[in-house]
Nanobody
Framework: QVQLVESGGGWVQPGGSLRLSCAAS????????MAWYRQAPGKQRDLVAS???????NYADSVKGRFTISRDIAKNTVYLQMNSLKPEDTAVYYC?????????WGQGTQVTVSS
């Protein structure tokens, strides 16, 4: 079982930045894909960004050019750098691991963008 621990959420004004972290309990290069999802109140959980074990990245159209997913293999950690934040980015952000034995989720971290 893969354990994921997120951190870095909080409140920020529009136009600001935040960096989320997701620490995995095992080597992330053994995990097929690591991703960030988000869920706003009353809405479905949507994919925000992903990175495969080979380093291939993918982004939702709504965050392209503003968000960057990256990883530190030595720390087994995946990051989501979020710039130019908008009120519509407000949501609970979840880390996700697509592993050969199953799919795992972190507990979520709240991101609030408001003035």
């Amino acid at each position: 079982q893969v354990q994921l621990v997120e951190s870095g959420g909080g409140w920020v004004q529009p136009g600001g930045s935040l960096r989320l972290s997701c620490a995995a309990s095992e080597s992330i290069v053994s995990i097929a894909r690591m991703a960030w999802y988000r869920q706003a109140p009353g809405k479905q959980r949507d994919l925000v960004a992903s990175i495969t074990q080979f380093g291939n990245r993918n982004y939702a159209d709504s965050v392209k050019g503003r968000f960057t997913i990256s990883r530190d293999i030595a720390k087994n950690t995946v990051y989501l750098q979020m710039n130019s934040l908008k009120p519509e980015d407000t949501a609970v952000y979840y880390c996700n691991a697509l592993h050969r034995v199953g799919t795992y989720w972190g507990q979520g971290t709240q991101v609030t963008v408001s003035s």
